[in-house]
């Protein structure tokens, strides 16, 4: 399973971290990815990274802002967001696999950039 962590409100130009714990899988087999989902809209994927851990990918609106990271010894991903922007507010989910196959969700964690 995959348990998301660590969101919550803050101001424009603040800075929160989620993290993603997983278990139940061998974690380091597989790329790891976020999506998020805004108040009324779809999902959209923010960014993947490969199963060591050695690349990873963004989408336009948020590369330079966020940083995502894992760490296999703990079975743990991590999202960075810093300069969060009001339009970043939404559902983070973490998942498992690259974005054209995502297998495994977690149950999102909220967050909300707000002034």
């Known amino acids: 399973q995959l348990v998301e962590s660590g969101g919550g409100m803050v101001q424009p130009g603040g800075s929160l971290r989620l993290s993603c714990a997983a278990s139940?899988?061998?974690?380091?087999?597989?790329?790891m990815t976020w999506v998020r989902q805004a108040p009324g809209k779809g999902p959209e994927w923010v960014s993947t990274?490969?199963?060591?851990?050695?690349?990873?990918h963004y989408t336009d609106s948020v590369k330079g802002r966020f940083t995502f990271s894992r760490d296999n010894s703990q079975n743990t991903l991590y999202l960075q967001m810093n300069s969060l922007k009001p339009e970043d507010t939404g559902l983070y989910y973490c998942?498992?696999?690259?974005?054209?196959?995502?297998?495994?969700w977690g149950q999102g964690t909220l967050v909300t950039v707000s002034s």
């Open positions: 139940g899988f061998t974690f380091d087999s597989y790329d």
């Open positions: 998942a498992r696999g690259p974005r054209e196959h995502l297998e495994l």
């Open positions: 990274i490969t199963n060591i851990g050695d690349n990873a």
